[in-house]
């Protein structure tokens, strides 16, 4: 029963629902170091442990309401009108931690700010010269007057989140005093975003739990918690945080837009406090957009109305294509806009694919001598890079800093030198000179890889400048690329070299996947330019091709296009309990 217990911690905090098969797959990930006799003993000890964690769940799925005649039974009794092995389970820990959530939402004991605070604050233009519109004007009131525990601000990506977060901020310090706001994060890229955006002190959730079980620091009375990009923080981790701030006397503002991606691991708790409301604060006019009707239109995509597709349609947005034209179209987009200033990035369903985008473009700029041959080191999916590859590093790191910050997961940099050891010199792709940090090598072996692609969780996580795009939805499991761009580099950041013929031919890398031969025939045969340049975006799905302008700013940074090609075929997302809306990224 102990045994039974921990594996169902152990996968609750990773799972909102599970099946047996989770279970099992668990005490396997579990068990894999120990050593057994036979291959059967090892199947009966995981059954046994994997049976024990299902007396220990909490059933969600309803028994059978009539009793099946013997001959429809299996052998172990289970009717054969349910699948095997169907039956959803949760546990009374998330059901317990959404239920104190729910009850902080609806506590209106937290700190509050004045009235006339509020409309001093909404009747003034911040240090930027921005003023609040009608939408976020009406939000701060409803943030900062009733007092709730826990609140909520939804937000679609472009409708002025941080100009909305800002305004708490200055009216929160005007009532309470300068540093009565704090941040927090689910990464600490999107920490940093924050720190950056409200110049306000940061960190990472899981960090600040670490710091507060480790030392007890904790929030103070009357402080402002701002937790973005909610949608992505686990249940229990709410929870958690949440009940510090409920015994500090502190309020708790979770920000965010339960229509993009979840929490990898077990989430939902942002959409259960937001549905579970009528009158939950939410910014409405988007700003993203240089066309009028695609802002209406990008509203009717994320609420998943589906008339909207002729909108597009009548635009000439949407463009037919296979799986291979569409991928070509994607890159060739990429690479024109890289060569015409502007800002792009490529976004893949999987990390397989992310890298073999890498490869391919890393191979192109080699080509087009963008980047010169030289000293090379070998990251941890096996690809190579050398000075002035972008590369993105995939663990925190406090230890490895400069004077402006310390490695992040999920942060992107440009290498400028390869030392003989392995270790690597970087910089943030925005600064030309200074700033730099050398990565030992065995962190370039394990935690390291190019930058040119992403995936969509990633790209949720971190946000280029100028923000830009791309998705990448996936069709009969293989996966196309999509490609958006959104705006212009900004004075300052390092334009890409124009291409030039090369001054000599290389051989194809082996992670092409091709017998070897000159990288100009691989380039040529695995990219044919297929057509549109730098104002396309591509999608797969239903073999489709968006066409954006490059002035214009989808929606949010999820995917444009896997709604268009997804309507109708991917399950909604649930708005109640725990369980009911796991949405995992693989």
């Known amino acids: 029963r102990g045994v039974g217990r921990s594996l169902v911690e152990m996968v609750g905090e990773k799972r909102s629902t599970w099946r047996c098969w989770n279970l099992m797959a668990e005490v396997a990930c579990q068990t894999v170091g120990w050593r057994f006799a036979t291959v059967e003993d090892r199947e009966v000890i995981t059954a046994m442990v994997a049976d024990a964690a299902e007396q220990a769940s909490l059933r969600l799925t309803p028994p059978e309401l009539a009793t099946s005649p013997a001959k429809f039974r299996r052998p172990d009794g289970t009717s054969v009108f349910r699948p095997k092995h169907s039956t959803v389970f949760s546990s009374d820990s998330l059901l317990a931690a959404e239920d104190h959530l729910l009850q902080r939402a609806r506590t209106a004991t937290g700190p509050t700010i004045d009235l006339t605070t509020v409309g001093t604050i909404t009747s003034k233009a911040d240090s930027e010269g921005r003023v609040l519109g009608p939408d976020q004007a009406a939000a701060l009131a409803s943030v900062a007057v009733p007092g709730r525990v826990v609140d909520v601000l939804v937000g679609p990506a472009g409708a002025g989140k941080t100009a909305a977060m800002n305004a708490p901020r200055r009216a929160w310090e005007t009532e309470h005093g300068a540093g009565s706001v704090v941040g927090l994060a689910p990464s600490a890229v999107a920490a940093q975003v924050l720190a950056d955006d409200l110049r306000i002190a940061t960190e990472n959730t899981a960090k600040w739990w670490t710091t507060h079980q480790h030392t007890g620091v904790t929030f103070k009375a009357g402080q402002l918690v701002i937790i973005d990009e909610a949608s992505l923080a686990e249940t229990l981790s709410l929870n958690r945080i949440t009940l510090a701030a409920e015994e500090a006397g502190t309020k708790v503002l979770l920000v965010g837009d339960y229509a993009q991606l979840p929490s990898v691991d077990a989430g939902g708790a942002f959409s259960l406090l937001i549905h579970d409301r009528h009158d939950a604060p939410e910014l409405v006019d988007v700003h993203r957009f240089t066309h009028a009707w695609e802002k209406t239109a990008s509203l009717e995509l994320r609420h998943g109305r589906t008339p909207v597709i002729d909108t597009y349609l009548a635009q000439d947005r949407i463009h037919d294509g296979d799986a291979e034209a569409v991928t070509a179209a994607a890159y060739t987009a990429w690479r024109h806009d890289r060569q015409q200033g502007l800002a792009s990035v490529l976004i893949a369903e999987t990390r397989e694919n992310v890298t073999a985008l890498n490869i391919h ?158 990288l100009g025939r691989a380039v040529r045969d695995e990219f044919v330019d297929v057509g549109s340049g730098g104002n396309q975006a591509c999608v797969a799905g239903t073999e489709q091709l968006v066409r954006t302008t490059a002035g214009d700013r989808p929606r949010h940074r999820t995917d444009l296009a896997s709604e268009l090609v997804g309507l109708g075929r991917y399950p909604k997302r649930p708005r109640s309990r725990a369980g009911l809306n796991d949405h995992r990224c693989c």
């Open 361 to 518: 473009t890393r191979a192109d700029l080699i080509l087009d001598s963008t980047l010169k041959p030289g000293p090379e080191i070998t990251l941890s999916d096996g690809s190579m890079a050398g000075v002035g590859d972008t590369i993105i590093t995939r663990r925190n790191d406090r230890r490895l800093r400069n004077r402006h910050g310390w490695v992040h997961n999920g942060q992107t940099w440009t290498i400028t030198a390869v030392r003989d050891d392995g270790s690597v010199t970087i910089r943030p792709p925005s600064a030309r000179f200074g700033n730099s940090i050398v990565l030992p090598a065995d962190y370039v072996a394990e935690h390291v890889d190019l930058g040119y692609a992403v995936t969509a969780h990633r790209a949720q996580s971190i946000t280029p400048t100028p923000p830009t795009s791309s998705s990448n939805p996936r069709r009969r499991g293989k996966p196309v690329c999509g490609y958006d761009a959104r705006a212009r580099i900004e004075p300052g950041l390092r334009h890409p070299r124009p291409c030039r013929r090369p001054r000599r031919r290389r051989r194809v890398p082996c992670e092409l996947g091709r017998q070897p031969r000159t």
